[in-house]
């Protein structure tokens, strides 16, 4: 049976597109550069916070490394004091936690985003859930796809491979889940276009199709 659900933070638990986007807006502006529509960022982000800042640039700009590292400086001290404004749980996130924490499963987040701001957003929404771990993007770890957050959280938990599953919502987490040999759970709600996620071992259509899916993976186990 499985174990531990690993999860990835932005467009599987939380949709934080506004928030992201609102912040690379007010960098952008800022700047004098163009700005994008909210919807524009569901593809640029998933990457890190410096591939986002670069996909938000003209290509002139994007090429530039000092500017990268410049402008990226400015949207993190931007999007740190706003990053909960618009911030929300996906509809059944809540009680799904809930629900799994609750049955014994072990729990965790993996994710691309900044460490202290997964940290600060998994402590706003999920104030009573124990983490075995919240994992960011940090000096020590390469960004997904890399294995090394997954490789690492199974070693926290005490948890093998087989008695392990990620849920995503990208090719990202995807890949990531076959870098570490584990089945993946895509969902379908998140910031990437369906035709993306085919290649997951199985796609949710809502968290209720998430306990289905760990159900089923227990009792075949």
């Not at 640039?57 to 990268?68: G, H, M, N, Q, R």
């Not at 799904?96 to 049955?103: G, M």
């Amino acid at each position: 049976m499985k174990e531990l659900v690993i999860f990835d933070l932005d467009g599987t638990l939380l949709n934080t597109i506004a928030d992201l986007g609102n912040a690379a807006n007010h960098t952008l502006e800022a700047l004098g550069l163009p700005q994008h529509n909210l919807d524009e960022y569901r593809l640029m982000v998933g990457n890190g916070m410096r591939k986002l800042i670069e996909r938000s640039l003209p290509a002139d700009k994007a090429a530039d490394d000092a500017f990268v590292d410049s402008t990226l400086a400015s949207f993190l001290a931007y999007y740190a004091e706003h990053i909960d404004l618009y911030t929300r749980p996906y509809p059944g996130i809540p009680e799904l936690i809930k629900a799994l924490s609750n049955d014994g499963y072990k729990l965790a987040v993996a994710s691309n985003k900044i460490q202290a701001g997964a940290e600060k957003l998994i402590a706003k929404f999920f104030p009573d859930i124990p983490f075995v771990a919240v994992m960011g993007n940090s000096p020590q770890y390469p960004l997904k796809p890399d294995a090394a957050l997954v490789e690492y959280i199974m070693g926290k938990a005490g948890t093998d491979r087989a008695h392990t599953i990620m849920v995503g919502d990208s090719g990202t987490d995807i890949q990531t889940a076959r870098n570490a040999g584990i089945p993946v759970i895509a969902v379908s709600w998140g910031f990437r276009p369906r035709t993306e996620l085919t290649i997951a071992d199985c796609i949710a259509d809502n968290t209720v199709e998430i306990q289905r899916i760990l159900e089923s993976s227990d009792s075949n186990a």
